[in-house]
């Protein structure tokens, strides 16, 4: 390949863009150094992770600060070439003919005119020839469209593709040389510190400042909730049982599910000690977790097809792990 302008104006403006993007990811600065290198060396990548890892996020987040648009686009069996590229809208084709005019942009067009971030979603899910027309306007940095001419992308155009690993479709499913054509970088789930920070920072249940206003929980109680919405979503990933578990949404969603729950309720605390057969404030608060929980999580949790059980059982065995014989573990004597 011929070298191309990265659109990029020199290094110190890189090291701007971290620095205003770090104030806006938790955590997350290796993965964020790598991904502005590769995108600053004028570069596609493709980021393999589990859903919910930070990966739109990220470049998001690059793409705003850079000032140049996000095209999404989501690899299905439906992205055809032609969804890809655009074509001519037909009802004023049939008034008009064909006209440069009339011609809708599809995401790639579009990312290549501007100059944006293309972010493909399950890019291997994508039919073989919507890889290959992909492959080609990445190598040549154009494309030819029927009837339109030739795109060609401005310098800061690039391709970012994006593929969970615990895909069924695979990521065998893609030959070696469409690998060969990417630089790639694993993301996996961050540490408990970080995700409670990330759920805190989206419900506005924070630690330190005052919780949102329009929460009818306290302070208090929204940090125990906080730190108890993360460990049993992350319990749900490590389950012997689990093929694959809940992103940090579930954690977010399970959050803000309990906060609504223990108020209509009436539960203003999370009690005490170990959850025992006794209808206590703990475990009231524990059993209004349990039922947040298989809200928030059953349907984000995949059961491993040869394990005869189901999410909700999963749920129910993390619930007490986490409130009845963890706690007891943790007790002295
Ligand atoms: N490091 C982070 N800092 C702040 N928020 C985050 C971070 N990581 C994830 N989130 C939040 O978690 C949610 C999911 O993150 P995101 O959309 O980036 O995941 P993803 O890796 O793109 O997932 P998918 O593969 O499902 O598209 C978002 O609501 C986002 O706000
Ligand atoms: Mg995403």
Do not use: C
């Not at 992770?49 to 987040?61: D, E, F, W, Y």
């Not at 009802?91 to 005119?113: H, S, T, W």
């Not at 929980?293 to 349907?299: C, I, M, Q």
């Amino acid at each position: 390949m011929s070298t191309q302008s990265t659109g990029i104006r020199d290094t110190g403006y890189v090291t701007r863009v971290r620095a205003h993007i770090r104030e806006r990811v938790v955590g997350r600065e290796h993965e964020l150094d790598l991904v502005l290198a590769a995108v600053a060396a004028g570069r596609d990548i493709l980021l393999e992770g589990p859903p919910g890892t930070s990966k739109s996020t990220l470049l998001r987040a690059i793409a705003e600060e850079w000032g140049i648009p996000f095209v999404l686009v989501e690899g299905n069996a439906d992205l055809t070439p032609s969804k890809l590229i655009g074509g001519h809208d037909p009802a004023r084709v049939l008034r008009e003919g064909y006209r440069d005019e009339n011609f809708v942009d599809g995401p790639l067009v579009r990312a290549m005119r501007e100059g944006g971030f293309l972010y493909i979603e399950e890019f291997n899910r994508a039919p073989d020839d919507t890889i290959n027309t992909l492959l080609t306007a990445m190598a040549e940095r154009e494309v030819t469209v029927p009837r339109v001419g030739t795109v060609t992308a401005l310098p800061t155009f690039r391709v970012i593709a994006t593929m969970n690993p615990y895909d069924n479709v695979g990521t065998t499913r893609l030959s070696s040389s469409v690998h060969d054509r990417f630089n790639r970088l694993v993301v996996d789930y961050q540490d408990a510190a970080s995700e409670r920070e990330i759920v805190a920072l989206r419900t506005g249940f924070s630690p330190d400042a005052d919780v949102d206003a329009g929460s009818s929980i306290s302070a208090d109680l929204a940090a125990v909730l906080v730190t108890d919405a993360v460990a049993l979503t992350r319990a749900t990933r490590d389950h012997e049982n689990t093929r694959q578990g809940s992103s940090v949404r579930g954690a977010i969603d399970l959050a803000l599910v309990a906060a609504q729950l223990l108020a209509l309720r009436g539960i203003t605390s999370p009690g005490d000690g170990r959850v025992t057969a006794e209808d206590t404030p703990r475990r009231r608060y524990a059993e209004s977790m349990r039922d947040a929980a298989l809200v928030a999580l059953s349907g984000r949790i995949h059961v491993d097809e040869a394990a005869a059980t189901t999410p909700e059982r999963v749920i129910h065995q993390i619930w007490e792990d986490h409130f009845i014989l963890l706690p007891a573990a943790a007790e002295p004597g």
